[in-house]
């Protein structure tokens, strides 16, 4: 079973995620919408093996009508209105993500002359997403399609990837400074925790903050270790976590990492997890 996870900058007007909704067809798992990221994450698999495949296209169609990257700004970070696409091998055999990705790479840049830049597994260097991101049309040229920006729908990063938990641990407080200083301290890049990547964002409509993380590597780190040292640092500068936000779905196995004590705190049910909704929509 292949899952693609394809964020796309939109995440205020409802007539155009309905539609975009939409387009995903059956495939549609699971739709995260955030006016302050402007920001909808869709989760697609199946009910065939590559069935995925075809929904993220017919997404990206809806987006090239429906989107356009000048049409307001969000606070995470983006390259194009269809932003990101990952493919992930829920069964494990990561060359099937490898040839999906590359698959939808070229043919977006094909179909609807968008930029496109590969990552993770998809990539043959084996870059990163936060690398595609900042060498972008700075020091690296697109993999497919044209050499600069489209001017409405700009670029997408696709990828193949393994599982990782996207996680969004809200703060009481708007002290962006905070949000901030506890990303860097808790990201592995500055030294924090394995597999972890994190930033500290200001929700302006909610009048909070949240430290924003991409649980990468949930092996070396799992997601209750992330949120709980986000927690810990929080409330030694005398503020709390009111929120645990889940992304889109948990992978099974990272949810039964999970102990009891804060799948409560975190208000999570097995309902997030991928299985459950696969199984839901088998009927059983």
Known sequence: MLECVPNVSEGRDPT?????????????LDRHTDPDHHRSVLTLAGP????ASTAVRDLARAVAVHCDLGRGSGVHPRLGAL????????????????????????????????PTFLYDAADPLGRSLPE???????????????????????AVAVG?????????????????????????AVRERDGGLPGLRALGLALASRGTTQVSMNVVDPERCPVETACTEVRRRVEAEGHTVTRVELVGLIPDADYSRCSPEFLAWAGWTPDVTIGSRLRARAGG
């Not at 065939?48 to 069935?51: E, L, S, V």
Request: contains cysteine; negative net charge.
């Open 160 to 184: 193949a990837r393994q599982p990782l938990v996207a996680v969004n641990c809200w703060l009481d407080t708007d002290d962006l400074s905070l949000a901030r200083s506890v990303a860097r």
């Open 83 to 114: 932003d990101v696409v990952p493919f992930v091998a829920l069964d494990g055999t990561d060359a099937t993500a490898v040839a999906e990705a590359r698959g939808f790479a070229a043919w977006i840049a094909d179909e609807l002359a968008v």
């Open 16 to 28: 155009v995620i309905g539609a975009l909704v939409a387009a995903c067809g059956p495939s549609l």
């Open 132 to 154: 595609a991101r900042r060498q972008a049309f700075v020091t690296r040229p697109p993999d497919h399609g044209p050499a600069a920006p489209h001017p409405t729908l700009g």
């Open 48 to 51: 065939g093996p590559t069935d």
